[in-house]
């Protein structure tokens, strides 16, 4: 799949499935990741829920990957 393809923003099912949490800490690490999102790029679009991809996959999957 391109990333053209793929939607802009992360929801909880994708955090729950991609970390192996429970959905409520999945809720919480969107929390902090959007916290930390909008304290380093404050004209950043937040919506509540979800993650930009991009944070996401920067911030969780490639820590993984090492």
Known sequence: MSVQN?????NVDT????LGVSRAKAYQVIKELNTELKKKY?????????VNRIWYEEA???????
């Open 6 to 10: 793929k939607p802009l923003f992360v």
């Open 15 to 18: 955090v729950r499935n991609d």
């Open 42 to 50: 404050p004209m950043a679009i937040v919506v509540a829920g979800k």
């Open 60 to 66: 969780c999957l490639q820590n993984m990957a090492n």
